[in-house]
């Protein structure tokens, strides 16, 4: 416990620094377990010191004592931050409130606490930054309390959330991910949420975005007043919610009270109640988005006014696309798509809004209503009628989507094995995108003239698979993908194949065997070399002899030269050895070769006689035995002629 800046001592975990700007105090190394009677880590008041608190391990007493707090900061003028620490089992893990320096909590994780990030009063930049947080389902505390959060920010402004990761109790406890009461210049991106009741929730605040988030799996406990949604705002005013997936909650975005917002390019698909529901929405731009799959898509209910809701695809809501209610509410150049009905129409309007761009004359896009059009102008001669005790209607429903037109990209097509054998199945990927949403990806192969389709399932990241069975060998394969959006836009690969191979049976080819020398002296070493080959590649080749007409053999691993080429020795023999020799060689595929057998005897090195100045004595010997041959038939020549 610091409660000045006297106690910033080596006893309480500074293990640096001096408490200046440029030098501040750093408290590191720790590892810390609280108990129930100290049921705090660290604690730090009242101080004016430059401080921060690195690389700790803190671990609670359990059991979410109510007060309990890993790392509490309380009053410091310059308290700089957390970095790196651990922290578990306490009722809030780290949190600081009324300090006036910037503060960066960066890359901590916070397990099995009711709250894991906790910032009060603070208008000084705080940044939390790659902070991985497990939320524990907790116990109401006695009078009740706040829900149970990842990160919980109130009365403070400039805070920003960055690539964090959340994670809760699923429907064990109503737990938010993030949740801001009253705060100004509050930015969350790029961070994940899951298994939570609300993934993001900014109550009272103002100038505030919710941008590039992915939120899964939001789901109101059996019980709930709540529901749970992605993404909610209250009783708010300039807020944009933009870029986030939303995916497989109650509610996708929750907008409650709340002025001057731009809700856009938004993906938000899942299975339950509303895609978008907004109540009491003034001065609003809703475009862009991706909305599939809910009972109703869009739900814009009560006093609304001034809202413009564009160039959306509302898609396969069971129930209905649209429920509108408010003044002064233009809806134009949206996709409506397979939706559920309500007296014959995808939308319900209650007080009368226009459906349709008052500039250009065009409307939007029905999937039950594309025809007549005679003119050719894009526009269906008849009006499309909307359900509802305002009588309204779409006057110029458009023949064709206003959103998308072209079909989903396709790429990063492989296939494996790439060569397979006989009766080996190969399994086709595809990456699949479309704006619009990905409603159907076809597998389509052929080993004749004749088309085969597979449904491809997805595989993650975008990417789709299916599997061609096996085939007979030399059969070639030919295959594409094909694939449609949710605005029924069609797409298709070029054409991919391959060819089943043969299956290889036979060892490799053994040829060109040599020995040199030819003939060896005794002690000589023999090298035995051939070209060794196979379609399938050469896995060993093995050199075998025998010194004693095949009773026993010797084996030696051949060694790869250059090419086909193989090398083996054996070594130096005594004279008048026979060396019979053969070579065996195995493929990749575990085919055997042997060669015909060799043999090679070793002949004596011989009496190599000395030499006379370098004359051999052989030759001078020959050389004089010749000389006197001569001259005795010289001196029998004269004696005859006497």
């Known amino acids: 416990m610091i409660l000045s800046d006297d106690d910033f001592t080596p006893e309480n975990g500074v293990r640096s620094g001096s408490g200046t700007a440029d030098d501040p105090y750093i408290i590191s190394g720790w590892e810390i377990h609280a108990t129930d009677d100290k049921p705090y880590g660290i604690m730090v008041a009242g101080t ?55 503060i960066l909590y960066g890359h901590n994780t916070v397990a099995g606490c009711c709250h894991g990030i906790w910032v009060f009063n603070q208008t000084a930049p705080v940044l939390v930054e790659g902070c991985t947080i497990h939320v524990a389902a907790c116990p109401s505390p006695p009078g009740g309390g706040p829900p149970d959060t990842g990160i919980m920010a109130y009365n403070s402004a400039n805070i920003t959330v960055n690539g964090c990761s959340i994670d809760g109790p699923g429907t064990t406890a109503y737990a938010f991910g993030i949740v801001v009461f009253y705060g100004k210049n509050i930015t969350v991106t790029n961070s994940t949420l899951e298994e939570l009741g609300s993934g993001v929730a900014l109550i009272n605040c103002t100038r505030s975005a919710v941008e590039g988030c992915s939120v899964h799996e939001c789901h109101a406990p059996a019980g709930s007043e709540m529901p749970g949604f992605a993404v909610g705002m209250g009783n708010s005013s300039y807020i944009a919610v933009e870029n986030v997936e939303a995916e497989d909650c109650d509610i996708g975005i929750l907008v409650m009270n709340v002025s001057y917002m731009r809700l856009g390019g938004n993906n938000i698909t899942g299975t339950g109640f509303v895609g978008l529901n907004a109540i009491y929405l003034r001065n609003a731009l809703i475009e862009h988005n991706r909305i599939e799959g809910f009972s109703v898509g869009m739900w814009i209910d009560g006093p609304n006014d001034h809202i413009t809701v564009r160039e959306n695809l509302i898609a396969f809501s069971t129930a209905l696309a649209m429920n509108v209610s408010g003044t002064n509410i233009a809806i134009y150049y949206n996709d409506f798509v397979e939706n559920g009905k309500v007296s014959g129409s995808q939308a319900y309007d209650m007080t009368g809004a226009t459906w349709y761009n008052t500039t250009t004359n065009r409307g939007n ?197 250059s090419g086909n080429r193989y090398e083996g020795t054996v070594p130096g023999q005594a004279a008048g050895t026979t060396i019979t020799y053969k070579i065996y060689a195995r493929d990749s ?53 006497k």
């Not at 007060?67 to 306490?90: A, D, K, N, P, R």
């Not at 190599?608 to 050389?623: E, H, K, N, Y």
Request: net charge negative; glycine share 12%.
């Open 48 to 102: 004016t010191a430059y401080f921060k608190i690195v690389d700790c391990r803190i671990i609670g007493p359990g059991g979410y004592v109510m007060g309990s707090t890993g790392i509490s900061i309380w009053y410091c003028q310059h308290f700089l931050g957390v970095e790196s620490c651990h922290v578990e089992g306490f009722f809030v893990g780290m949190g600081s409130v009324n300090s006036s320096s910037p």
């Open 365 to 561: 896009y029905w999937s039950d209503w594309t025809e007549p059009d005679a003119d050719g102008n894009g526009i269906v001669d008849n009006p499309y009628q909307i359900a509802g005790p305002a009588g309204s209607q779409d006057p110029y429903p458009l023949a064709t989507p206003s959103t998308d037109a072209q079909g989903p990209s396709i790429s990063d097509i492989s296939w494996t094995p790439t060569a397979p054998g006989p009766g080996e199945s190969v399994v086709v990927r595809a990456k699949v995108t479309d704006p619009s949403g990905v409603h159907v990806v076809l597998l389509r192969y052929r080993t004749d003239g004749t088309w085969t389709v597979v449904l491809m399932t997805p595989a993650g990241g975008g990417f789709y698979e299916a599997t061609i069975p096996g085939q007979d060998a030399g059969t070639t394969v030919h295959f594409k993908v094909w694939a449609n959006d949710t605005l029924g836009n069609p797409s298709e690969s070029s054409e991919h194949g391959y060819t089943v191979t043969t299956p290889d049976t036979e060892g490799p080819t053994i040829a060109n065997i040599t020995a040199s020398p030819s003939e060896p002296r005794e002690g000589e070493d023999i090298t035995i070399g051939a070209d060794v080959a196979d379609p399938s590649g050469v896995d060993e080749v093995i050199l075998s002899y025998s010194t004693d007409g095949g009773t026993t053999w010797e084996n030696t691993t051949m060694t790869h030269t």
């Open 589 to 641: 595929v575990g085919n055997w070769a042997v060669s015909d057998e060799h043999t090679i005897t070793v002949r004596s090195a011989g009496i190599l006689p000395p030499q006379i100045m370098g004359v051999p004595t052989l030759f001078l010997i020959g050389g004089v035995a010749g000389l006197a041959i001569a001259l005795g038939g010289l001196a029998v020549f004269l004696r005859m002629r």
